[in-house]
């Protein structure tokens, strides 16, 4: 959900696009914690009786206290919506606090993970700027290593031109959870397939095949070849065939490539009307 339209709209074109020739592509609905309950009676009132797979994102706040008392008061209700709403996942902004005090990302995580399912997916954003994404992200980077099931999210756009980030950060964030093998998605701003200038927001909007792409070319490129390809807009350097992608001179064939997307698990478009998960 958000992408403009109201919960009941959003709901609505979820269930027509996933009852569709290509719904195997869709993955999860996208829903604010908030917007759990009414969700909840969409699907009692539309008697939809298969499970719904949810993603819900989490208040961001400041304050590690004032993150798990809005937590806290939103689990409470857990109990009362529909039981064929699944969360599969979880996604939140990690407080700031957090990184004014040192070693306490660990306890952190352990305890959001311990108000869900043991087979919640959980991914963490960090707040980044020009002069400490690198070290947030390497400290994120350490978590996934004891909490498994715990990824990395990356916000790749937003609804004005400052919420996309630079190529050099993006990319720095997709190598990383590479070499480290950490599970990660990205989020917002991704509703066309290749990289281009976008007049309406003034800012460069990358396009899905290239971040997916870069992704799933990781381990064969180089830090500038990254930037290159997140920025690409010319649609000829690309190539897909029934056995292989190709990038340039770069190419990863489908075995490897099932073997990515054990670690990129997914996109979230809002093109459709609504935010989902896709792959």
Known sequence: MPAGLNLQDSFENFIAFKNSENGNMLSRFICPVGSLPNLSELIGSYHYEKDFPVCIILYSTN??????????????????????????????????????????????????????????????????????YRTRYDYLAKIPEELPGVGIKLRTGGSEARSFPPPDKAAYCIRLCSEKHIPFKA?????????????DMH?????????????????????????????????????????YFRWKNHKIRLPEIK?????????????????????
């Open 187 to 199: 989020s917002f701003g991704l509703e066309y397939p290749y990289t281009h200038y976008s007049t």
């Open 203 to 243: 800012t460069t909007m990358y396009g899905f095949v290239n971040l997916i792409g870069t992704g799933l070319l990781s381990e064969k490129l180089n830090m500038q070849e990254h930037i290159e390809m997140l920025e690409d807009e010319e649609i000829n350097n690309f190539e897909f065939t029934d056995s």
């Open 63 to 132: 304050e590690i206290t004032e993150f798990f008392d809005k937590l806290e008061s939103n689990i409470l209700c857990f109990g009362k919506i529909n039981p064929n709403i699944k969360i599969e996942s979880v996604e939140t902004l990690l407080p700031n606090e957090i990184f004014e005090r040192n070693n306490f990302l660990f306890e952190f995580t352990e305890k959001l993970i311990s108000y869900f399912n043991k087979d919640t997916e959980v991914y963490l954003e960090v707040s980044t700027n020009e002069l400490n």
């Open 259 to 279: 073997k990515a997307r054990q670690l990129f698990r997914s996109v979230e478009c809002s093109m459709l009307g609504f935010s989902v998960e896709e792959l």
